[in-house]
């Protein structure tokens, strides 16, 4: 299989700088991280990628049993940076991305050497002492929102997550992005990301961690403790706060990305 096909990968930046791997959320695909490449062309080489059912990844690779778990959207990353013999590369994860990249890092630790998480949650369900957000109950009528009119769900989530209401073409963009993707691969995307618990996988990371929260943000709200006390990803983890959600879109970090997380001094 071609995997830059299956992935539609596209490098682009300082072939001589070192690698930044930019990986989408739900419902989303690499185009949202254009606002962002711009800062990082000059001085990194930059590797933009679609899951298998979003945005022109080759819709005949998808296999349900195969994108069931985050393992096989972990693969795919791992076999991204195979097939283009990445080495080292910082995985700028958004969302669900930020455990899939926490878990092809364990798969493959010669091919990830940063991570920087961008809002991301190991578990959405409230449990015993963790705050995830959703009761069960709540997560139950998303999905089963979602399953039974995937657009209507989509045009009226989409904004909400998105926030900034001073800039309603943003809601706009999340909206058409949400719209675009397979009603029946995002009803699979959406049961592996709401349902996941990845709290144990967050205590085998050794690799250098960003954690970026994003204090408004309605999918996953900021904790006071929760997974950070005893899931803390790595002993090398740097935490910052950003107001707005979305950060891709609304307002992209990049002096953070720059300065903070791709500066191996950093750590």
């Given at each position: 299989?071609?995997?830059?096909?299956?992935?539609?990968?596209?490098?682009?930046?300082?072939?001589?700088?070192?690698?930044?791997?930019?990986?989408?959320?739900?419902?989303?695909?690499?185009?949202?991280?254009?606002?962002?490449?711009?800062?990082?062309?000059?001085?990194?080489?930059?590797?933009?990628?679609?899951?298998?059912?979003?945005?022109?990844?080759?819709?005949?690779?998808?296999?349900?049993?195969?994108?069931?778990?985050?393992?096989?959207?972990?693969?795919?990353?791992?076999?991204?940076?195979?097939?283009?013999?990445?080495?080292?590369?910082?995985?700028?994860?958004?969302?669900?991305?930020?455990?899939?990249?926490?878990?092809?890092?364990?798969?493959?630790?010669?091919?990830?050497?940063?991570?920087?998480?961008?809002?991301?949650?190991?578990?959405?369900?409230?449990?015993?002492?963790?705050?995830?957000?959703?009761?069960?109950?709540?997560?139950?009528?998303?999905?089963?929102?979602?399953?039974?009119?995937?657009?209507?769900?989509?045009?009226?989530?989409?904004?909400?997550?998105?926030?900034?209401?001073?800039?309603?073409?943003?809601?706009?963009?999340?909206?058409?992005?949400?719209?675009?993707?397979?009603?029946?691969?995002?009803?699979?995307?959406?049961?592996?990301?709401?349902?996941?618990?990845?709290?144990?996988?967050l205590k085998t990371v050794q690799v250098p961690t960003l954690v970026l929260e994003c204090t408004q943000d309605v999918i996953r709200p900021r904790r006071p403790g929760g997974h950070r006390a005893r899931s803390r990803p790595s002993p090398h983890t740097a935490r910052a706060a950003h107001?707005?959600?979305?950060?891709?879109?609304?307002?992209?970090?990049?002096?953070?990305?720059?300065?903070?997380?791709?500066?191996?001094?950093?750590?």
């Amino acid at each position: 299989m071609d995997i830059g096909r299956r992935s539609n990968v596209n490098v682009i930046g300082n072939p001589q700088g070192r690698t930044v791997v930019l990986a989408h959320g739900f419902g989303c695909d690499q185009n949202m991280w254009r606002l962002t490449v711009p800062a990082l062309v000059e001085e990194y080489q930059v590797v933009l990628f679609d899951y298998v059912g979003s945005g022109r990844a080759d819709p005949s690779a998808f296999s349900e049993d195969r994108y069931a778990s985050l393992d096989g959207y972990a693969r795919d990353v791992v076999e991204v940076c195979e097939a283009f013999d990445l080495r080292d590369a910082v995985f700028v994860g958004h969302s669900v991305s930020a455990m899939i990249g926490v878990l092809a890092a364990g798969m493959a630790s010669e091919r990830v050497g940063v991570l920087v998480m961008v809002a991301p949650s190991p578990r959405y369900i409230d449990d015993d002492g963790y705050r995830g957000g959703f009761s069960a109950e709540d997560i139950d009528e998303l999905l089963a929102s979602l399953e039974s009119n995937y657009l209507g769900w989509s045009a009226a989530m989409a904004p909400v997550i998105m926030g900034n209401a001073e800039r309603p073409e943003l809601g706009e963009e999340l909206t058409n992005s949400f719209c675009a993707t397979d009603p029946d691969m995002a009803r699979v995307l959406a049961r592996t990301t709401f349902l996941s618990d990845s709290r144990d996988d967050l205590k085998t990371v050794q690799v250098p961690t960003l954690v970026l929260e994003c204090t408004q943000d309605v999918i996953r709200p900021r904790r006071p403790g929760g997974h950070r006390a005893r899931s803390r990803p790595s002993p090398h983890t740097a935490r910052a706060a950003h107001r707005r959600p979305r950060p891709d879109l609304s307002c992209p970090p990049r002096q953070r990305l720059r300065h903070s997380v791709l500066t191996p001094a950093a750590f």
